[in-house]
DNA sequence: GTACTTGCAAATAATTTGCAAATAT
DNA sequence: ATATTTGCAAATTATTTGCAAGTAC
């Protein structure tokens, strides 16, 4: 298991999740995936270490990390059941149009836009959610 | 039939699309709703107007209305297949995690972050997609 | 009149659940 | 040893499609 799988697998036993073989392996698909991965695709590639697993335990351990906060929904109006990694704090999502290669990035300072949306709205505001979409420098020069 | 839904009649029209009684009742009931919307809650409100309509029917409208750009999906973890209307130009939601109500806001200026990001990845933006959530005025005082 | 649109029922796809057997700690 | 986790098959849910009949223009 590599380094950033490694990490992973931390934090599910830290919050008392054993770790299985399959949950091994399916943590290493996501460590070592450039983009993001739906259950099924997690599903095909995790196989290839742990030939026995099943999809339904790809579903579970998939909401469990997203619940933890070791992976995040990466949404789009093609598909919004694809996930990628996340870092601790608070980052967003840069996703390529072209290879569908996802990048994490320091998330600005959306603060003044925050204050200035609350006044304008009454409304308190709690969360938000950036994700930027673009070609990745392969795919920009590429095609 | 309200000012709201006649507009996004037109929309309809403009683009070839003949309006029946069905895309009236499913335009109807999209343009006096306060929040998001699924394609079965569409579905329901719009037989009061029209009894006879198919939840096929509200799928292939709101379908046609998405690729419009008359309305937008609205995204997020519990859920991204609600639909919202859309103004013209680049808005984006700011949703009520306690009622769920959606109000658009003018997406402030995200140049300079865009920017940023676009030499610090390398990536060509293309797109962006911000989403808000919070308590609006009357869920905040509220509970 | 004609091409677009509809509702239905059936097909497909995606996700979840129950449960006995297996296994990490 | 034991509580958690698993895989399977079945159940459920969501979405799409084919097609004959209906309808807006």
Redesign the interface.
């Known amino acids: 298991m590599e380094a950033s799988a490694k990490k992973l697998a931390e934090q599910l036993s830290a919050h008392g999740y054993k770790l299985t073989r399959q949950r091994r392996a399916i943590l290493a698909v996501i460590a070592s995936s450039e983009g993001h991965l739906n259950p099924a695709e997690v599903y095909e590639r995790a196989k290839a270490d742990c030939p026995q697993i099943g999809l339904t335990t790809v579903y579970r351990t998939l909401d469990i990390l997203?619940k933890l906060g070791t992976i995040k929904?990466v949404?789009?109006?093609g598909g919004?059941h694809s996930y990628a990694p996340a870092s601790r704090g608070h980052r967003h999502h840069?996703v390529?149009?072209g290879c569908g290669c996802v990048?994490e990035?320091e998330g600005?300072?959306?603060s003044?836009?925050?204050e200035?949306?609350?006044s304008?709205?009454?409304?308190?505001?709690?969360?938000?959610?950036?994700?930027?979409?673009?070609?990745?420098?392969a795919c920009?020069d590429g095609s």
Do not use: S
């Open positions: 997203a929904r949404h789009f109006d919004c840069l390529c149009t990048v990035f600005g300072d959306l003044a836009l925050l200035a949306v609350a304008q709205t009454g409304f308190k505001i709690e969360d938000h959610w950036l994700q930027l979409f673009g070609k990745c420098p920009r």
